[in-house]
């Protein structure tokens, strides 16, 4: 029988493992979705330089070059 994970356990879960916070993880989610930094900022309601910032954030703990 498959076991139901609730999401909010699954995010409890990730959070003890994942080195990113929920702020990175939202924007995280918004790349995924193939959107723009200007269109995070708009949607996350945060300034531009605060999505490029936790974007440049990602990067440096990721080691990823490109999004």
Known sequence: MKQLILEVDYQEAMKKVAIITSGEH???KEMAA???AED??????????TVQN???NLRKKTGFRKN
């Open 26 to 28: 939202a924007i995280v």
């Open 40 to 49: 995070i900022a708009r949607a996350l309601k945060r300034s531009l330089y």
């Open 34 to 36: 193939g959107k723009s």
């Open 54 to 56: 936790r974007i440049y």
